[in-house]
T-cell receptor, first 114, second 117 residues
């Protein structure tokens, strides 16, 4: 069935380090892919999205490329900040009869130290 | 951008009471709203899908009579936890989607921390 597998955390980095959080998916058809971020005690915020193969989503220095051949959507940032500490969720919307439902990964906790 | 407001942000109440949580889309009409439950350090668990003017579709294992969902308008959905007990304590999050076509993202509220004593 449909699923998302994220790199297990927690991930701990020093400020200005390079970040990669791996995400792979299993879905039928051509889903839209998303990264959401959740800060402590808050709901989820859409970080970036990509709706077709080879699209690159980007926002706030984060980026991810929709790789259909490897069914991946890895999140990257060249230089993380302390304020990036949060939980990151990879998700997809399979479209069609899924009626907007999202399939989520398990989340990856990121902690950035000064 | 699309804004979803969820209220209240936190509620503490005695066992046996019913609690209503509101979810509003502030600047768009939501064809569909979703209700999630999130346990500490875990991902979101979809509880139900709510469409304006029709009955909610519940996920397997979610009690319909326990978690009443009403989607009265294109901008408002409510979740009522009836006769709440300590095991219902959790973080509840709603989301809304404007358009089921074109694979649009869901926009999330800030969540409601429910604590049942």
């Amino acid at each position: 069935g449909d699923s998302v597998t994220q790199m297990e955390g927690p991930v701990t980095l020093s400020e200005e380090a390079f970040l990669t959080i791996n995400c792979t998916y299993t879905a039928t058809g051509y889903p839209s892919l998303f990264w959401y971020v959740q800060y402590p005690g808050e709901g989820l915020q859409l970080l970036l999205k990509a709706t077709k193969a080879d699209d690159k989503g980007s926002n706030k220095g984060f980026e991810a490329t929709y790789r259909k051949e490897t069914t991946s959507f890895h999140l990257e940032k060249g230089s993380v900040q302390v304020s990036d500490s949060a939980v990151y969720f990879c998700a997809f919307n399979a479209g069609g009869t899924s009626y907007g439902k999202l399939t989520f990964g398990q989340g990856t906790i990121l902690t950035v130290h000064p | 951008g699309a804004v979803v407001s969820q209220h209240p942000s936190r509620v503490i109440c005695k066992s046996g009471t019913s609690v209503k949580i509101e979810c509003r889309s502030l600047d768009f009409q939501a064809t569909t709203m979703f209700w999630y439950r999130q346990f500490p350090k875990q991902s979101l668990m979809l509880m139900a899908t709510s469409n304006e003017g029709s009955k909610a579709t519940y996920e397997q294992g979610v009690e319909k009579d326990k978690f009443l969902i009403n989607h009265a308008s294109l901008t408002l959905s409510t979740l009522t936890v009836t006769s709440a007990h300590p095991e219902d304590s959790s973080f509840y999050i709603c989301s809304a989607i404007a358009d089921l076509q074109g694979y649009q993202p869901q926009h999330f509220g800030d969540g409601t921390r429910l604590s049942i004593l």
